[in-house]
């Protein structure tokens, strides 16, 4: 699989001009706080719709201005972790993982399959309010993969737990990926996660994206 995005966006003064493609690995987009990374992820998942541009995913054209292609996130395979999660409160665990599975059919199986993946049974019928930190991402990440998703987005994933659970929640969010047969987006502005994470960053400086190269480039 394979990530093409090459899109502008204007909002307000600030510019967001991103051109990059990627493969099947873990690509940081590093950069600091209101460089555009996160509206770029966006862009991605067609929260927000670039001014002009084209995303394509695994040959599959997600949003071409000239073309007048648009689709909506539903359709576009793409998994984006939220910095808070946006789990559904009035859901349970057990609930919040059903609703993304595809094949209703398969929907208990598959329910069971990342409940014990992700160590989520025990938590299986509390509501996010009721978990950790660690526990709502873990539910965030088996919802996301039981949607089967062809790429996967991360903002800043580790901004909203606490300094002591990031290193364990690290370890266990890189295993998790390691399996994961398509694109991954990291976007951080912690350079020591992104040596840690991914092999290969692209820079976006105030809202411009520099071209990707190798963690030792």
Not at 127 to 137: D, E, H, R, Y
Not at 161 to 171: C, G, M, P, R, T
Request: charge should be neutral; glycine fraction near 8%; proline fraction near 4%.
């Amino acid at each position: 699989m394979a990530l093409s995005v090459d899109i502008q966006k204007q909002l307000g003064d600030f510019r967001l001009e991103v051109r990059f493609e990627t493969g099947d690995e873990t690509l940081a987009l590093l950069g600091a706080s209101g460089c555009g990374k996160s509206v770029t992820l966006k862009c991605i998942a067609g929260i927000l719709t670039p001014d002009e541009g084209h995303i394509e995913l695994d040959g599959v054209t997600l949003y071409d201005s000239a073309a007048r292609i648009d689709l909506p996130p539903q359709r576009r395979r793409v998994g984006y972790l939220f910095q808070q999660y946006a789990l559904f409160p009035n859901m349970t665990v057990r609930q919040n993982i059903a609703a993304a599975v595809r094949d209703k059919s398969r929907r208990q199986t598959e329910v069971a399959e990342k409940l014990r993946q992700f160590q989520l049974e025990a938590v299986a019928d509390q509501k996010p309010g009721q978990l950790s930190g660690g526990q709502q991402q873990r539910c965030a990440l088996a919802r996301i993969l039981a949607s089967e998703p062809k790429a996967i987005l991360l903002d800043e994933p580790f901004s909203a737990l606490d300094s002591y659970l990031k290193y364990q929640l690290e370890l266990e969010l890189a295993d998790t990926l390691g399996g994961f047969p398509g694109t991954v987006l990291w976007v951080s502005h912690d350079r020591g996660e992104v040596f840690r994470n991914c092999r290969r960053v692209c820079v976006i400086d105030r809202g411009r994206s520099q071209p990707v190269t190798t963690l030792e480039e």
